[in-house]
């Protein structure tokens, strides 16, 4: 692999993690999905082992539950093996609002990545959590103000709405 295909590389597997995030945030399964390969694995703990439609499927629908989600990347490790095989370990923040609480979790995602007929995928993605805590909301505040800019699911996201950031 030389020092071109190395950053090219690193750069569609550092996609894919924002894309896995951006999937579970605006709630697009089809987004969420196109990150692994057909025959990828995942292991999330008890309920959540097999394949990645089963798993976008649950995450999916535990996530449309939450009023919002905000997931972030933190560091991200890329190793290659080769040419065609990486294995990663990605550091995260998710926050969710459950009811009045807001639910914050700590981990990172321990994966292999495979590149196939040219295109990197997830082939393996285990999540670790290292912690969690909850806290009452606190954002009521903004929610009074009348036309302050909120987030939300797509398609009523700004990111979601590319014309209209085109003309502003």
């Known amino acids: 692999m030389d020092r071109i295909d190395r950053l090219e590389s690193w750069h569609a597997i550092y996609d894919l993690s924002c894309d896995y995030m951006r999937g579970?945030?605006?709630?697009?399964?089809?987004?969420?999905?196109?990150?692994?390969?057909?025959?990828?694995?995942?292991?999330?703990?008890?309920?959540?082992?097999?394949?990645p439609d089963g798993f976008v499927a649950f995450a999916q629908g535990v996530l449309r539950a939450h009023a919002a989600n905000h997931h972030m990347i933190g560091q991200v490790r890329i190793d290659f093996e080769g040419a065609d095989t990486a294995f990663g370990e990605v550091y995260f923040q998710a926050f969710h609002r459950v009811g009045e609480e807001d639910l914050f979790v700590s981990g990172r995602y321990v994966d292999r990545y495979?590149?196939?007929?040219?295109?990197?995928?997830?082939a393996h993605r285990s999540e670790l959590v290292d912690w969690v805590r909850?806290?009452?909301?606190?954002?009521?505040?903004?929610?009074?103000?009348p036309g302050f800019p909120l987030g939300a699911r797509a398609p009523h996201d700004l990111s979601c709405r590319r014309e209209e950031v085109r003309t502003r």
């Open 24 to 51: 579970q945030d605006r709630l697009d399964p089809a987004l969420h999905r196109s990150v692994f390969h057909d025959d990828a694995t995942t292991d999330y703990g008890d309920g959540s082992r097999g394949g």
């Open 134 to 145: 909850t806290e009452p909301a606190a954002d009521g505040l903004l929610r009074e103000k």
């Open 114 to 122: 495979e590149r196939r007929a040219g295109a990197w995928k997830i």
